[in-house]
């Protein structure tokens, strides 16, 4: 077989060519910079959920985020009721951090909908706390103003940068990202605080 880049149309991939892809991009990702990420299409999450992930499936981010997409699948396959499913669009890296672009297939509950918005938001604050390139611990850093989310071996000399994280609206609740329950909590009204 060629490499990743040579598959055209259905993949025909099977179980000892999916090895192979993995160890090839795990192989590339431990030797490679951050500006010349490894290309992946993330073969072992598209058989972990194969109903939410289309075989045909691009991701424009690096390897170290599979953890990260890992996670916000488990969570949109759980907050999916019963016979809906995923209108998967982009998912691609933006100022440093991941973006994923989706939108569940018909008719849901706003309860769906926010479950499915908050999944997206945690995925996006997540990387920005894992190299994109290897997926160990990581920071945003800023080189030229390239922004990227890596380790120190694959900072590339810049210095760690804070998340760049908003507060997120839905239906009127504000949220934040809390690092140590690794999920999102209500955004405390400061005026009551105050007051
Ligand atoms: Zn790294």
Redesign the pocket.
């Known amino acids: 077989m060629g490499n990743a880049d040579g598959f055209r149309g259905p993949a025909l991939l099977d179980e000892r060519n999916l090895h192979l892809l993995f160890a090839t991009a795990a192989a590339v990702a431990s030797t490679s910079h ?1 500006k010349g990420l490894p290309v992946t299409d993330f073969p072992r999450l598209k058989t972990k959920y194969p109903d939410l992930i289309p075989e045909r499936q691009h991701f424009q981010c690096g390897p ?1 985020w599979e953890q990260v997409l890992d996670k916000y699948f488990d969570e949109v396959g759980r907050a999916l009721p019963l016979g809906a499913s995923l209108g998967l669009g982009r998912i691609y890296q933006k100022y440093g951090s991941l973006r994923i672009d989706a939108m569940p297939e018909g008719v849901v509950t706003d309860d769906v909908q926010i479950a499915l918005d908050k999944a997206e938001n945690l995925a996006d604050s997540r990387s920005y706390r894992y ?6 611990p ?1 920071n945003l850093r800023d080189k030229h103003r390239w922004l990227y989310v ?6 590339d000399g810049a210095p760690p940068l804070p998340p760049d994280e908003g507060v997120l609206q839905l239906n009127g609740v504000a949220y934040e990202y809390d690092e140590n329950l690794d999920d999102l909590v209500v955004v405390e009204d400061e005026h009551e605080a105050a007051g």
């Open positions: 951050v170290g190299c994109e390139t290897c997926g160990k990581g890596a380790c120190e071996a694959h900072a």
